[in-house]
T-cell receptor, first 117, second 113 residues
Framework: AQKITQTQPGMFVQEKEAVTLDCTYD???????LFWYKQPSSGEMIFLIY??????QNATEGRYSLNFQKARKSANLVISASQLGDSAMYFC??????????????FGAGTRLFVKA | SQTIHQWPATLVQPVGSPLSLECTVE??????LYWYRQAAGRGLQLLFY??????ISSEVPQNLSASRPQDRQFILSSKKLLLSDSGFYLC????????????FGPGTRLTVT
């Protein structure tokens, strides 16, 4: 069974500094997708970044980058130049193919990030 | 463009009462649809997913059920709510044949009293 592990329940970072949120995963599939979502206090889920298992380059989206280490099965999110608005819950997730040909996503427990002014 | 709607936004229901949460998607056809539940301070738990009308896969045995009467409509139901059903319920959709992102609705916050 697939599993996503986020070992940091909470993280603090100073405004304008970089922060790394850890994520490890477990799968026997060769083809899979890894995602990071942000959930502010409003509850909405905001897609941040995606990394495919066959992508050789680490994904980047603005201030977000994904440090993908396939052999170690880790997909850490790096946020550069933290802003106060980055304070939120962050979820790592993995997409797997279902028996019916669709896709479902397994989420980690999340890391709550606090950005200090 | 595509949009996803969920209602109601908040709901307070007594134990033992029925439940019906609705999710609709606009601007796309044949989407994959999903129901997730998030307990307070916890991650998302996949409850149901559907790849087509009438096709429902259940991930977690419980007193909840899901139905997809139309291509872009996904309904989460219960005949008798339990206290443990309290949580934040999120509906999501994805393209049928894409392994890329899911798009989430605004969620329904359910409190069972």
């Amino acid at each position: 069974a697939q599993k996503i592990t986020q070992t940091q329940p909470g993280m603090f970072v100073q405004e304008k500094e970089a922060v790394t949120l850890d994520c490890t995963y477990d799968t026997s599939d060769q083809s899979y997708g890894l995602f990071w979502y942000k959930q502010p206090s409003s509850g909405e889920m905001i897609f941040l970044i995606y990394q495919g298992s066959y992508d050789e380059q680490n994904a980047t989206e603005g201030r977000y980058s994904l440090n993908f280490q396939k052999a170690r099965k880790s997909a850490n999110l790096v946020i550069s130049a933290s802003q106060l608005g980055d304070s939120a819950m962050y979820f790592c997730a993995m997409r797997e193919v279902t028996d019916t040909g669709g896709f479902k996503t397994i989420f980690g427990a999340g890391t709550r990030l606090f950005v200090k002014a | 463009s595509q949009t996803i709607h969920q209602w109601p936004a908040t709901l307070v229901q007594p134990v033992g009462s029925p439940l019906s949460l609705e999710c609709t998607v606009e601007g796309t056809s044949n989407p994959n649809l999903y129901w997730y539940r998030q307990a307070a301070g916890r991650g998302l738990q996949l409850l149901f997913y559907s790849v087509g009308i009438g096709q429902i896969s259940s991930e977690v045995p419980q007193n909840l059920s899901a139905s997809r009467p139309q291509d872009r409509q996904f309904i989460l139901s219960s005949k008798k709510l339990l206290l443990s059903d309290s949580g934040f319920y999120l509906c999501a959709w994805s393209w049928r044949y894409s392994s890329y992102e899911q798009y989430f609705g605004p969620g329904t916050r359910l409190t069972v009293t």
